[in-house]
């Protein structure tokens, strides 16, 4: 191949497919998240200059890699989307003004700031208030059923609302999405037990939230440090009962009904507010 952009899109593509594969199927990736986005990065900027070079094994056209055959599948009741990425202020402004052009509502838009944990991705079911399932995001469409390991999570609350007096009536049917995570304190303490008992530490947190809710025997999860963050409300299933209207609505919604909620989002009325905010977390990101 003598063109050498051509050679590098076609190392790129090879490279990302390896790197979905750690990642998505074996739960043992080489490269960190940022690196990996990097990646990504750089392939789309090579698609956008030469879209006639896209092919459908490209990794911008799908969501992710197959799951597991280790548990039942599980179809999810709407894609369960991955996140973009901005790596910076002006990416953030960029992608605003591309949205404001689609539809002039955006102008004026709220916005709100909340964090990204580094876990593994879980969507809840729940009717009638009674949890009932829950699974992995998988390839966005089909993931993994691991109720029984979910069910050991004690921030996860097996009926909904928590409260009798809850102002905001829970649907028929109900599907959440959520984070399962280790913090960084609990994965230390966790390693430390293991080195005092003469076993091997684990290598990160993600790694050992993602790997512990995908054992087979759910002793093995409840073991687990693991806790819980929940954040959307994916499928809502009553015909008598709205949904919430905005993003800031179901974090209210979720957190009455007795979710773990991040009690550091806020609503942010300008884009340049919600910047700030952002960047104010910068520091804390490790943490």
């Known amino acids: 191949m003598s063109d050498p952009l051509r050679q590098r899109y076609e190392e790129l593509k090879a490279q990302i497919h390896y790197h979905n594969y750690r990642y998505h199927v074996l739960d043992a990736p080489v490269i960190s998240d940022a690196e990996f986005d990097r990646l990504m990065a750089e392939l789309r900027q090579i698609e956008a200059a030469h879209p006639e070079w896209v092919t459908v094994d490209s990794p911008t056209q799908r969501a992710g890699a197959p799951p597991l055959d280790k548990f039942e599948k599980v179809r999810h009741p709407a894609p369960i989307l991955s996140l973009a990425n901005a790596f910076n202020a002006e990416e953030v402004r960029a992608w605003f003004e591309r949205i404001r052009k689609l539809d002039a509502r955006v102008e004026q838009s709220a916005f709100v700031v909340e964090p990204k944990i580094d876990g593994l991705s879980v969507v809840l079911q729940y009717q009638n208030g009674v949890f009932i399932q829950g699974a992995t995001r998988g390839d966005g469409e089909i ?3 691991i109720t029984p390991n979910l069910r050991t999570v004690r921030a996860l609350p097996l009926h909904i609302p928590l409260s009798p007096t ?3 009536p829970v649907p028929r049917g109900v599907f959440v999405r959520g984070e399962a995570f280790i913090t960084i304190a609990d994965f230390e303490a966790l390693n430390r037990r293991l080195e005092e008992a003469g076993e091997r530490p684990y290598l990160n947190p993600r790694n050992t939230a993602a790997g512990s809710l995908r054992q087979l025997d759910p002793r093995i999860t409840a073991s687990r440090p693991i806790t819980l963050l929940v954040y959307q409300i994916v499928a ?12 800031w609505e179901t974090l209210e919604t979720l957190r009455e009904w007795g979710f773990p909620v991040t009690d550091v989002a806020r609503r942010c009325t300008t884009l340049e507010e919600a910047i700030a905010y952002a960047e104010s977390w910068a520091s804390q990101r490790e943490s």
Not at 236 to 247: K, S
């Open 166 to 168: 809850s102002q905001h």
């Open 236 to 247: 809502w299933e009553d015909d008598h009962l709205p949904p919430p209207a905005t993003q």
């Open 143 to 145: 993931g993994e059923d």
